[in-house]
């Protein structure tokens, strides 16, 4: 049966990581995503160095951090934000398909002055590209860049003495420059960008106000608007209309509660062990909505348990009486496997699924007191010891209910979980042994993809 | 700025906010200035000097050879940053002004060798 059921488990748990890594069809695209509005930039990277990849997509990360209030029509700020991000890949890694889906960015050494082949128009098929120099003079030029092919056209006066002997006018507002910023060769902001990225310093951030929204606007897509909906003053959102929680989504997951764990002897029924401790776990897990209501979760965890006992018995051995006091101590960890399959009532949700773990460690201790006629003599040792050398493979299921709670803007995730194992544990020969456990946890969103 | 009776006015250099830019103006009687000027910064070298008939002749003989006077205005003025060239030049009747955005053509070699082959007695390279 785990012949069977591992692979398969393996491959349904994968499904919505692989989800995860579609990318949006254009190079880029701005387009609701329930009340948010979400501006995405693809670029693919053709470079002989990948640590290019990795810096670019730091200074992306880094500028494109800032999440926006989307107002209402009446100016208020209602439940809508505008996102953006950045997907930085290797060009040579895409398929073929999925380049025309990418601004084709051609890294070159020396100290080259980047540039766009185009400004990108957002939505639209045709993708932009261009040549970044490595190094430039700050990384935040890699912003200014993708600004562009997000759409942004320069927002500066070029005061430098060839467009003045043209008299071009980049700001279009009929000024010219002054003798001393021709002087200078200065290229002063236009009104109103002084202090956003696309001005005369690129080195500044993007302003909600200016550069998102026209983003937006380029987009010329009426709907990218906080609907009336949205902008309905509520504390809290049912889980569809909520963007926190819709769409394909990864994140952190955590788990503490209570661990059972039952021991007995196949054939000599006496000799059982129940112990109670703590459980607790870390992991990462991927969602995807499937259809209305229903939304898979798969999940990668690091389980922790530790559980224990305390025996007391009083005898009469001969005329005086005995007391033996007994500890067992186990502790046990695992790498988990599993995905479940959600049910979405408005903000409660139900779940089930199966669950595959593997063994990592399994440790007992067992110690005590012999007590007779008032002399005490030591039983066991006090020290850690592997329970056996042979890694089981545990199969499970877990049920339980999820709880969708507001903290800090973001929505999360509250569970109450039940895990049923169906083998056992331990890799005993004589003694069939569960590990039981009852949790409560915290899913925390951290990165949203494409729906 | 006072306009002065340029031959040829040559730019090269940073199409970006930020970098440096190159600029040669020859006069019609050889006077020629050189600046080398940083965004913002201003003039980082500048220097004077007077062509020869001989020098001015062949410049003009390599606008003649690239046929400049029917050169579009712009090459590639869609893409946005990076570096530029532009030649600015009047004779007689015949004037036109042409830019050049990350985008070389035989007509920038040819136009860039002869006026580095120029300058170099005078220790300037344009760079584009």
Known sequence: MKNFLVPLLLQFTCLPFLAAQTYEPQATTVKKDSCNVVITIQVGVETDSLSDIARIQAAANECFAVTCDLPCENGEIGKCKVISK??????????????????????????????????????????????????????????HE?????????????????????????????????????????CPSCDGHEHDCMGSDVKKSADCNINMMEVIRLANDITLVCSEECCKTRTRLPPEEDSNYSGPHIGVL??????????RHKEFKDDKLNMIGGAFSIGGYGLIALMT??????????????????????????????TIEEYYRHRFADLSLGANLIYRLQLLSLYAGPEVAFILMAKSKY?????????????????WRNITEKKNIQLGINIGAMYQVM????????????????????????????????????????????? | MAQKN???QVYAGSNAPWGTTQSLLVEESGKTTYYL??????????????????ELNRLSETLKKMNYYKLSRNYNEESVDGLRLTVIAEKGSSKNAVTWENFRTKETKLLLDNVNAILKKRNIEITY
């Open chain 1, 254 to 263: 955590l788990d503490a509660g209570v661990g059972l764990y039952n021991q």
């Open chain 1, 367 to 383: 110690y005590g007191t012999y007590t007779y006629n008032n002399m005490t003599s030591p039983l066991g040792q006090d020290e």
């Open chain 1, 407 to 451: 903290l800090l803007r973001n929505a999360m995730m509250l569970s109450l979980n039940i895990y049923y194992p169906f083998t056992n544990y331990i890799a005993y020969e004589y003694y069939r042994n569960r590990l039981y456990n009852f949790n409560l946890g915290l899913m925390l969103p951290l990165m949203y993809t494409n729906r």
């Open chain 1, 146 to 186: 993708i600004w562009h092919l997000a759409g942004l056209p320069d927002r500066y006066r070029d005061c430098r003495r060839d467009r003045v002997a043209l008299g071009v006018d980049n700001c279009k507002d009929g000024k010219t420059c002054t003798p001393e910023q021709i002087e200078k060769g200065e």
């Open chain 1, 86 to 143: 950045v997907v930085v890949v290797d060009w040579k890694k895409l398929s073929v398909q999925d380049r025309d889906k990418f601004h084709h960015v051609k890294m070159v050494p020396g100290t080259a002055i980047s540039y766009v082949d185009r400004v990108g128009i957002p939505n639209h098929r045709k993708a932009s590209g261009g040549t970044w120099g490595r190094p430039e003079y700050d990384p935040k030029v890699y912003c």
């Open chain 2, 37 to 54: 000027t940083e965004v913002g910064k201003g003039d980082l070298d500048t220097s004077s000097f007077t062509l020869t008939k001989a």
């Open chain 2, 6 to 8: 340029y031959f040829l």
């Open chain 1, 293 to 322: 209501h229903i939304e898979l979760m798969s999940y990668l965890k690091l389980n922790y348990a530790a559980v224990s006992k305390k025996i007391v018995e009083n005898e009469h051995n001969g005329i005086y009486p005995a």
